[in-house]
């Protein structure tokens, strides 16, 4: 760290910064990307205005022109954050590390994969995955991912209340790792996110063969079996946003461990039959997963490509009415969309459209339908 920065931002300074930090929205209000995917010079993709990242933010525009590489990007991101601070936390090394291409590096429990594919042909520069933050503490936040040979050195750098980047110390490391992997307070995560492949993605790191994660099933059993009224109170929470869905009103949802196996969710239908989360439809384990992900998730950042799949019409308001119903709570959540669907175009608009030449352009529209449209980059 240089100097300036050293003096600015110290131990205690970066604890007073951390909890003046806690009061303000936990939101990004851009991501930058240079060398990954369809991204070879750096583009902007907007998150909101002014360093203030919108509630609900939407990603629309034809196939191919890279609205899944950002949210795949966002992954990347802040799993290159927080492997990078718990090494520095640790004390063993900067905010930094080495791995091996398309193998997991783990620094304790987190995990991070760098993989030569995601680089753009022919792209021989550093890969940088840069997030500016509503949270004046957390400010700016660079990843960088070099190519060395065989291996990648991925570092991060830091730039907080308009001071120049520098490579957070020990206390800094420890301050901002506490502040990305629960943003909202303890057991929330930084982030939560759905595939179109239905592919679930939980960080901190959470592995499962579902669409639900394990540790998550794992918490509806302790709060539907507690003698805690307040989770008792979470559990119930849960049920009744389920029973926001048609296809969820008139049965019975229950999560109950069978032959001393890991729990499981189950579904009733009284006098009938009652079916395991895997059974059931698509659309239906996808309601599960997204109001598990809101309920108890708590991920300070939910993202979703295609809600619209495999639900009529009428879910898909329900999901709507949900999803506002998490932006306007207090924990200053945010909610980035993939999806074409009329029904989800609200809030922050940003089009990806492809020029006859080939170049992507990246517009913003606000919600308002008089709003005027601002080009913002041009990949």
């Given amino acids: 760290m240089n100097q300036g920065a050293m003096a600015a931002f110290g131990s205690s300074a970066y604890d007073r910064s951390m909890a003046e930090g806690n ?36 990603f629309q525009g034809e196939n191919g022109v890279g609205k899944s590489s950002v949210l795949s990007a966002l992954e990347l991101f802040f799993r290159g954050v927080i492997v990078c601070l718990a090494a520095g936390a640790s004390g063993s090394s900067d905010a930094e590390l080495t791995a091996r291409w398309d193998l997991i590096a783990s620094v304790g429990h987190r995990d991070l994969l760098v993989r030569r594919r995601d680089r753009p042909a022919g792209f021989e520069g550093a890969t940088v995955l840069e997030g500016r933050f509503g949270d ?54 930084p982030l939560a996110a759905m ?72 579904v009733e239908e009284f006098g009938r039959l009652v079916v395991p989360l895997a059974e059931l439809g698509a659309g239906e384990q996808q309601v599960v997963a997204l109001v598990a992900a809101l309920v108890l998730g708590r991920g300070a950042v939910l993202a979703i490509e295609k809600p619209e799949l495999c639900l009529d019409t009428r879910h898909q308001r329900a999901l709507v009415e949900l999803l506002e119903s998490h932006v306007r709570g207090e924990t200053g959540g945010q909610i980035l969309i993939e999806s074409n669907a009329p029904g989800f175009a609200r809030g922050l608009q940003v089009r990806f459209l492809r020029a006859p030449a080939g170049d992507v352009t990246i517009e913003r529209v606000d919600g308002a339908p008089a709003a005027r449209r601002e080009a913002v980059a041009r990949v």
Avoid: M
């Fill in 136 to 189: 004046p503490a957390l400010g700016v936040l660079r990843v960088s991912v070099e190519p060395r040979g065989e291996e990648a050195h991925v570092k991060l750098l830091h730039s907080a209340r308009g001071q120049q980047f520098f490579e957070p110390d020990r206390s800094a490391c420890e301050a901002l790792l506490r502040r990305i992997e629960a943003p909202l307070g303890e057991g929330s995560r």
């Fill in 195 to 266: 595939t179109a492949r239905r592919r679930a993605v939980w960080l901190p790191e959470d592995t499962s063969n579902g669409v639900v994660p394990a540790g998550l099933l794992v918490q509806l059993f302790r709060l539907r079996t507690s003698l805690d009224p307040s989770e008792r109170r979470r559990w119930r929470s849960f049920v009744e946003a389920l029973k926001r869905f048609d296809t969820f009103a008139a049965r019975e949802v229950s999560v109950e461990r069978l032959d001393a196996g890991p729990p499981q969710l189950l």
């Fill in 23 to 58: 009061k303000a929205p936990w939101r990004l209000s851009e991501l930058n990307i240079t060398g990954y995917r369809s991204f070879g010079q750096r583009v902007t993709i907007p998150l909101g205005r002014e360093s203030v990242g919108e509630p609900w933010v939407v």
